[in-house]
């Protein structure tokens, strides 16, 4: 999504979304996303929250700083419903169950994740390699890409879910009316939250502002994440929400909008993809070098440089998937076009 950098703007403030319903933001440590959105539903019970940040000391206390400024506190929390099991979503969720004994949420397609991910990385780490051979990686950088997401680990308090919320659930969280919506793709257990009382889209990191979130292909990814996520982009369509609340940048209007711009997004990448691959580049990772970023291919590296290059193998795998292009496998593989006659 965005590249790591230090940055010493201020939080965006804690704020009453709706009545009953707050906004936290919850700094992540040395990342130019800043913050991550922690929402908090205000019940009889106690309060429900979305999603919790990263497990550092200075994220759980400005979660616990929010909660008190919007009346409640930490250890009243009733539930973590958690949108995917990225660090700054998850992180911190089983340092909320033990301060205040509430349940945590999550899809079973992020739960199945995460030993492999966080409690013993060593045949995923194995198999990450074997992904960055084939993408054709430079042997110089193997790795550092290969091990470039284990510093995170220490900010992730690997716990599993006391709840799992499939597709079409409803969490149950006193006067409000919440449904789970799996949207995979950013993560495969991806979820949203439709709140229709209030005709609010609680979007996590499917659906932000401005930027476009990452699409990697990785072997925890599935098959096609790309196609799932574009699949996924459908299912939010028509929903006539009054405003979408991302975990990241600001909250908007217009999903319907936003929804069409990220699919043209993806198609330009495509193209930048299929141009590539008839000049005559048909290695991922300098298919990955010929297409358009943030920023310039040469100032990303680290983990960011592995997700950009595991999103041009995302939209290599749609690609095959839609008889555009096929792999012909090796170390690395290479990639050509399917003749129109022959699809």
Known sequence: MSAPTKSLSPLP?????????????????????????VYVFETDAGPYIVDAGWNTDDAFAALSEGLIHAGTSIGDVQGVLVT?????????????????????ALHPADA?????????????????????????????????????SMPVRMLVDAVQPDVLFEDGDR?????????????????????CFWEAGQKLMLSGDHV?????????FHPQAGADPLGDFLRSLEKLEGYGSDEVLPAHEHRFVGLDGRLAELRAHHEQ???????????????????????????????????????????AMAH????????????????????????????
């Open 269 to 311: 990448r495509f193209t930048e993809v299929i141009a590539a691959i008839r000049e005559g580049v048909d290695v991922a990772w300098d298919i990955a070098a010929r297409m358009h970023w943030s920023r310039q291919w040469d100032r990303i590296d680290g983990f960011m440089r592995r997700a950009a290059v595991g999103e």
């Open 208 to 216: 932000l502002p401005r930027i476009t979130p990452n699409i990697p």
């Open 13 to 37: 403030p804690v704020e009453r979304v709706r009545p009953g319903l707050w906004s936290v933001p919850v700094p992540i440590p040395n990342n130019s996303l800043r913050y991550v959105f």
């Open 171 to 191: 969490p149950q969280v006193p006067g409000w009316d919440l449904t789970a919506i799996w949207t995979p793709g950013h993560s495969p257990g991806h979820l």
């Open 316 to 343: 290599l795998r749609a690609l095959e998937l839609r008889g555009v292009v096929r792999e012909v496998l090796g170390e690395p593989s290479r990639w050509e076009l399917v003749e129109e006659g022959s699809r």
């Open 112 to 148: 199945a994740l995460i030993q492999d991910r966080y409690d013993d990385p060593t045949d995923l780490l194995v198999r990450v390699g074997a992904m960055l051979r084939r993408i054709g990686a430079p042997a110089d950088e193997l790795n550092s890409l290969q091990n470039a």
């Open 84 to 104: 995917h099991i990225h660090p700054d979503h998850y992180g911190l969720a089983g340092r909320v169950r033990e301060a205040s004994g509430a349940w945590i």
